[in-house]
């Protein structure tokens, strides 16, 4: 019995780290096994409720997709009495919702269009607009916006945080540029016209415009493929 005992897999392993615990879950075992065994290791005194703060806990499932509900049991049954707090659950696999924001944040949209004002065009991704932005229109997108034509309303890129946005244009004289959060306006009475501009924020997080040249220095991520085109 013991060497039986002995040779029985451990389906959840506990490690510390400087900020707190990982719990890796074994993702080849059945969920109520996995369940069993974390119970059973939780329940020793040295994990009991104890004064002071609460420990953080990432809980790694590996290839594991939980259900909303097992998510919730899980973390029920880690921080029950005890003085563990679940930071974050990590997983290997992505929901079809996760794998189409994913892919829809890096994509780039291309529109071959007039944006006029009053309209305001948005986009998940990247977006290259061949066109004009004319005088109060507004084009937004998660991701860098390319406007191959006049620039003259509002852009804002990055829209969902992204400060490593970018904003470029082949007639830069926008009425205000705008990347994740920091804004900057334009007075409609300066001449400031530029061609072949960019726009971008520097690692003081102030909005920069200069030559799309530029990005090849400040922004080498956007060339994430060209290693691939080159080989």
Do not use: W
Not at 45 to 52: C, F, L, N, V
Not at 166 to 175: C, F
Not at 191 to 213: F, H, W
């Amino acid at each position: 019995m013991n060497t039986l005992m002995a040779q029985k897999k451990q389906y959840v392993t506990i490690k510390g780290t400087k900020e707190g615990l990982i719990f890796l879950l074994d993702d080849r075992c059945s969920y109520e096994s996995l369940v069993e065994e974390l119970m059973e290791k939780l329940s020793s005194k040295h994990y009991q409720d104890s004064e002071g703060r609460d420990i953080l806990v990432k809980v790694d499932v590996g290839y594991r997709y939980l259900q909303k509900n097992q998510r919730e049991e899980l973390e029920h049954i880690i921080t029950d009495g005890r003085n563990l707090a679940v930071d974050q659950f990590e997983s290997h696999v992505l929901s079809k919702k996760e794998a189409e924001q994913m892919r829809q944040e890096s994509q780039t949209v291309t529109l071959t269009r007039i944006i006029r004002s009053g309209q305001i065009i948005k986009v998940n991704g990247d977006v290259l607009l061949i066109g004009d932005v004319n005088p109060g229109g507004a084009i937004m997108a998660t991701g860098n916006i390319c406007v191959l034509g006049a620039l003259r309303g509002i852009a804002h890129a990055g829209f969902q945080g992204n400060e490593r946005a970018v904003i470029t244009a082949s007639l830069m004289a926008p009425a205000q540029l705008r990347i994740a959060e920091i804004i900057k306006q334009f007075d409609a009475d300066q001449d400031s016209e530029q061609l072949m501009a960019s726009a971008y924020l520097d690692e003081r997080v102030s909005l920069q415009i200069g030559r799309v040249q530029q990005l090849v220095q400040t922004h080498p991520e956007l060339a994430k493929f060209e290693e691939q085109l080159l080989d």
